[in-house]
Structure formats: C-alpha cells, structure tokens
C-alpha cells in the first residue's frame, strides 16, 4: 500500500485532482477559508503537486492585501469584507497559475459565495481566463 505523507492542502488538492479522472495533466487549487484560522491553499500544476522550495506554496494570508494580519483575520471573518478579500485571493491564484478548476471550501464559505467570489474575480480577470469555481463540501473525503 503507497502512503502519502503531506499537508492537509496538498492532500485535499491531490484527492479532489484525482476525483476528477482528467485524461490530461491539469493544473486546479483548494482554497480553504476556515473559522479561526487563515486561509490557504493546494496547488496541483500540471498534475503535480506543487510545493515550492520552501513548501510555502498556497500560503494565501501571506498576499500583501495591504493590511496587517489582524485586521485581515478580522475582515476574513466578516460577512461584508468576505466577499472582496477572498475574491481578491482567488484573483491571485488565477493570474499566478491559470488554473482549470479552484474549489473552494471552509466553513466560511457556502454555495451563495461562489458566485460572489466569482463576480469579485472578474473584477480584475477577463472572463476567457476565469477557470471553474465550485464548492467542496466534503475537502476531508478528498
């Protein structure tokens, strides 16, 4: 039996990567906006993980958002700056690795905000470049 040993991002984006059954190398994100903690991401490029040389790859909180990680935290968690900051991340990641898929997930998030995130996106993304957004539940069964 092959065991993987890696963070709880690069497994729910190696998992949901390999639910797909692409027929070609893609490249998808996870990005995960949970309560009490700061948001982040998994990375499959090219139908690889992608760890960076450090494995500080995904790091999402870290986008110079122009704010201190307090006041970040707090507007993470707050219903009326949730929209544009995630949005704002989910922006990074497209521009960075033009994915073909990010699932989102978390506890802050819900299916009403995939389009809002969506629409905060294209804010910034022409439309021929905005990959699938959707909803994953259930990252754990990734």
């Known amino acids: 039996m092959e065991?993987?040993?890696d963070n709880n991002m690069n497994?729910?984006?190696?998992?949901f990567y390999q639910k797909q059954g692409y027929?070609?190398?893609?490249?998808?994100?996870?990005?995960?906006?949970?309560?009490v903690c700061f948001s982040g991401a998994g990375m499959m490029v090219?139908?690889?993980i992608h760890r960076g040389i450090t494995c500080f790859t995904g790091e999402i909180a870290f986008l110079p958002f122009g704010m201190s990680h307090d006041e970040l935290y707090r507007?993470?968690?707050?219903?009326?700056?949730?929209?544009?900051l995630s949005?704002?991340?989910?922006?990074?990641?497209?521009?960075?690795?033009?994915?073909?898929?990010?699932?989102?997930?978390?506890?802050?998030?819900d299916s009403g905000d995939v389009d809002i995130i969506r629409q905060e996106s294209l804010?910034?993304?022409?439309e021929?470049?905005?990959?699938?957004?959707?909803?994953?539940?259930?990252?754990?069964e990734d």
């Open 3 to 5: 065991v993987i040993v």
């Open 11 to 15: 497994l729910t984006v190696y998992g």
């Open 23 to 35: 027929d070609e190398e893609k490249s998808v994100a996870v990005a995960t906006f949970i309560e």
């Open 46 to 48: 090219g139908g690889h």
């Open 75 to 84: 507007q993470l968690h707050d219903r009326a700056t949730f929209h544009s």
């Open 87 to 109: 949005g704002r991340a989910v922006t990074s990641l497209i521009a960075i690795m033009n994915p073909e898929t990010i699932a989102l997930t978390g506890s802050l998030v």
């Open 123 to 126: 804010k910034y993304i022409p």
């Open 128 to 140: 021929m470049h905005m990959p699938k957004l959707r909803l994953l539940e259930h990252p754990d």
